[in-house]
């Protein structure tokens, strides 16, 4: 199968195409598979819908389905998320035009996020934006408040907003911890199938598709904006999304998360004292089961090491610390660390 027929393939599939879906499975560079793509489109074999970062492909013969695009400005004080979202639902008939699972999944994402900038932004008023097109739901919540990392930032006296987006992506960070438990952002970024956070000069993206984050430095940006994505011919369930993190062998509670060591100390590859991993590690012993996920990391250092898997370890017996994604120089360092010469559980690569 050569690479147009491929494209053409994976067009027509259950997810919209794009180009970084090619790139592993071809062994192409972007710029060649750009080049073919855009060679079905001048054909009339493929179309291109989206814009910028948001470009995707479908066939041309790919049968269009009714869209939504609908924009509203709400007063913050007052304001009841479950009430906006069931009005939309009605009014759009969005039980109509998502499957059940996708529906279950956007309620939660959109409720969730929503309550946030009710209850924490300090805005006067929140901006909502609902997109459903043939292929995407999509939402958007915007707000002039103080900005989310900005109130991480003064609710637990950090040093700037960086360290105030670190812990945000641990897990159970909340700036009302008699209202909330912290979980909305860590479980609705699983939810989507990608979701962007911009906030003064940061912009978080999750992109699930690639299971990958990505942090960027952007143009101020006042309060809050967080855009929510998902396929709607996704075929993942609200559940499992839950089970993943907080399942049974967890009695339900929120008891594993997931941290990506790149994103601590912005585009460091080589982490090595004891300091870092001290701040990694802050807040973690929140929960039982801590996967740390080295993608992209090309060393650590004896001293940051240790600190994780022998002094932390030590401290906590009870918590499993499983590392994945490590390379040969780092899964070294960390058998060096648990016990020198022996083999640490399980190092996924």
Excluded at 62 to 75: G, N
Excluded at 89 to 94: E, G, Q
Excluded at 174 to 188: C, D, K, Q
Aim: glycine content about 6%; proline content about 3%; hydrophobic content about 40%.
């Amino acid at each position: 199968m050569n690479i147009k027929e491929l494209v053409l393939k994976r067009a027509a599939g259950r997810t919209p195409l794009r180009i970084h879906d090619l790139i592993g499975d071809t062994k192409v560079s972007r710029q060649a598979i750009h080049k073919h793509i855009k060679e079905l489109v001048r054909q009339g074999k493929l179309r291109k819908l989206g814009e910028t970062r948001g470009v995707f492909y479908v066939r041309a013969d790919t049968p269009p389905a009714p869209a939504v695009t609908v924009s509203k400005t709400y007063l913050r004080k007052g304001l009841a998320e479950d009430e906006v979202f069931d009005r939309m639902r009605r009014i759009h008939r969005l039980k109509e035009l998502l499957p059940l699972n996708v529906l279950d999944l956007f309620r939660y994402a959109f409720t969730e996020i929503l309550n946030n900038a009710i209850e924490h932004s300090r805005s006067t008023r929140v901006r909502v934006l609902l997109h459903i097109d043939p292929y995407l739901a999509r939402f958007v919540v915007e707000d002039a408040g103080t900005g989310i990392f900005a109130t991480i930032r003064n609710k637990f006296h950090l040093p700037d907003e960086y360290t105030a987006l670190q812990e945000l992506l641990k897990g159970k960070t909340t700036t009302a911890a008699r209202g909330h438990t912290g979980e909305g952002i860590f479980f609705t970024s699983r939810a989507a199938d990608s979701m962007e956070i911009m906030s003064h000069q940061i912009g978080l993206t999750y992109d699930n598709r690639i299971d990958d984050v990505f942090v960027r430095e952007i143009r101020q940006k006042r309060g809050t904006r967080v855009a929510f994505e998902i396929s709607r011919r996704s075929r993942k369930k609200l559940e499992t999304v839950f089970e993943a993190f907080a399942g049974r062998q967890f009695d339900y509670q929120f008891a594993r998360t997931s941290v990506r060591v790149k994103l601590f100390k912005g585009t460091a590859d080589f982490y090595v004292s004891r300091s870092e991993a001290r701040r990694l590690l802050h807040g973690l012993d929140r929960f039982k089961h801590i996967v740390l996920d080295f993608k992209g990391i090309r060393g650590i250092g004896q001293g940051f090491a240790d600190e994780l898997f022998r002094v932390f370890a030590a401290r906590h017996p009870r918590i499993a610390l499983e590392p994945v994604h490590a390379n040969a120089a780092v899964a070294a360092m960390i058998r060096h660390a648990m016990n020198p010469g022996a083999v640490p559980g399980r190092i996924r690569r």
